[in-house]
DNA sequence: ATAGGCGCCTGCTGGC
DNA sequence: TGCCAGCAGGCGCCTA
């Protein structure tokens, strides 16, 4: 579920509640997630203070007073929220973290739990999980001739490129899909077979399209809220994902589905072609 | 190197 | 109304 703007925007809201803050108590559910709960995680969390809170690609890492990290993948369908204790436990809660304000806590809730939450020994703990060779650069420091380089040394496809974590970091089905349209870019097209002008058109359009997401909160399709628990704006502004049908926003052709590296690929045959000048 | 398939899960939708 | 297939913001592993 989450991209990169989904989880700037938890890590946005979850900031001011969680610097500062202790944890108080904590339960887990006996449901497994990606990764299994460790019961000396619990005596390790005990009264630690969270120093403070960072995105990197899809994950989220709060470093804590021990110099440890409590690290987070929401998965597809992860929520991390501040919520009162007093309001009822969702169904697929699985983590529950009491703050010190005597008020709120952190919940972790991930209805399919393809999400994770582990604690990280130390940083270099952190470096090995968020390696950098299976973790590229975030895609608003990509540098030109790196994308450029990576972009045209595979043969694979733009939509599988954009969504190899390695290659940048952050990017998912949905903001492929609304990259390659503002860049009019065929999905389809080989890595190897870009210019160096269509990948830079890329690498800005990646840009430019997560800023705007991140500026509507992310979207939300089913189970995507912030950490405040609200629901993101930028599902109405897609003009290509799960348009399937409907006309493009520039030239009223019909988008277009497809299978692509697995996924659900939606785009625009007429705009997103090779070697189309203007529009 | 890379494509494709599966598995990990639950929930929702649409067709019959 | 029920049942079943297919779909969903991710990712790691396996095979060919």
């Not at 097209?189 to 002008?197: C, E, I, N």
């Not at 991140?214 to 809220?225: K, L």
Request: positive net charge.
């Amino acid at each position: 579920m989450p991209e990169l703007p989904e989880v700037e925007t938890v890590v946005r809201d979850l900031r001011p509640h969680l610097v500062g803050s202790r944890i108080a108590s904590l339960r887990v559910s006996r449901h497994r997630l990606r990764q299994r709960w460790l019961p000396a995680w619990n005596q390790l969390l005990l009264g630690r203070q969270v120093k403070e809170i960072r995105r990197r690609g899809k994950w989220i890492c709060a470093l804590l007073d021990d110099d440890r990290y409590l690290v987070f993948h929401l998965g597809m369908s992860g929520q991390l929220t501040i919520v009162a204790r007093e309001l009822p436990v969702q169904k697929h809660t699985h983590v529950i973290f009491d703050l010190d304000d005597g008020v709120s806590q952190l919940r972790f809730r991930d209805i399919r739990r393809f999400g994770l939450v582990v604690v990280v020994e130390d940083q270099a703990a952190l470096e090995a999980l968020l390696d950098p060779g299976k973790l590229g650069p975030e895609p608003f420091d990509l540098k030109p001739a790196y994308w450029r380089r990576r972009l045209t040394a595979t043969r694979r496809c733009l939509k599988a490129a954009l969504l190899d974590q390695r290659l940048v970091a952050g990017v998912g089905n949905i903001y492929a899909d609304e990259s390659l349209f503002e860049a009019g870019l065929p999905p389809t097209q080989r890595g190897s077979q870009t210019s160096a002008d269509e990948a830079d058109r890329l690498r800005r359009s990646i840009v430019r399209v997560l800023n705007r997401a991140i500026a509507r909160r992310g979207s939300s399709i089913q189970s995507y809220v912030g950490g405040e628990g609200l629901q993101g704006e930028y599902q109405n502004e897609f003009r290509a994902y799960g348009r399937t049908g409907e006309p493009c926003p520039r030239c009223d052709t019909p988008i277009e589905r497809i299978r692509l590296a697995g996924r659900s690929t939606h785009f625009c045959p007429r705009c997103q072609k090779k070697a189309v000048r203007g529009r």
